[in-house]
């Protein structure tokens, strides 16, 4: 597994500060590394709330459709579905349609498709369906709703998958050499099962060339649906992904944590919410250790960073009655650790300090 850094940060909204990261150079930038390297699974990874979503799909509008077609799937909102399969193929069935593929040369496509469908189907009914109808009467159910096509319930699904790989190649042969681009977002927060037979599917069935697949996630929710599935260790988690995700690109904001606090802090001060020059007067003088004490603790998120700058709005209710380094303090500290924040918050009023 290949990585590589690529550094930008969004506002609370998730929306990417055009004017403070250079969004064009960032997304000309992860364009060259999807481009110019031949991988076929990417991971762009990242912390909850770091603009992940955002940033890709500000990629996606950018990419040029005359050489690339781009594809967007919510893996989250897909879960439902027992087999990521029809999901991924029906990707190919759009990328066909949007360009001008017909019926008759897809047909090889489809009718191969229509066999892993079916092996599929078979496999997660063997158990249950043939409990109760048995194989002949299994194969009838599938033909009613998989269009009536020709095959051999004992076909080998290897030589199946082998079959619709030749077949996409094909048809993308077809567009004159255009490349399929497959994001795959939210993964980290589907079903455990979905999530990992997600992975399985891409790497065995769909990973061939002209296509590439860009997972988004967060790394720690990944991890964590391997270990809750196999019972595995951290390590042994990240061995695992590095059997699919063959070129890993870090979104990370921890260089740019002290010119979003400035520009969050002139915002407000602009809108007028911060009209107390002291108030404002600290947040820039204290914006470098600030920023020091969220990239040592971790904390990369920035919403959770426009919350803290917003939260100092109660100072000024307060005037001159409170000590506003000790309650910038106060609000840095409740977003690092919530719970050891709210100790000293009891404390001090139990001693009404």
Known sequence: MIRTELETFTDEYGNARGDI????SLIKEFNEKIENTNFHIYGLYGGWGTGKTTFVKLWERRVDGNKNSVIHIDAFEKD???DPFGILFSAFK???KDNGISQSDAKGLIDCAKKVAFASLKGMGTVLINRFIGEENLKVFADSFLDNFDYNIKDNEVDICEELKDSLKKILEKTGGKKLYIVIDELDRCRPDFALEMLERIKHIFAIDGVKFVLVYNPILFKGIVMKKYGCLSEESESYFSKFIEYEIPFSVNQKLREYIDYEVGVLSNQGCLLDSNVVGYIRGFSSSIAKVLSYY??????QISKFISSVKILEDYGDTINVKFSLAICLLKMINKEECDGIIDYLRKNNN
């Open 21 to 24: 990261i250079q969004e064009d």
């Open 80 to 82: 439902y579905i027992q």
């Open 298 to 303: 971790g904390v990369f998120s920035l919403r």
């Open 94 to 96: 759009k990328f066909m």
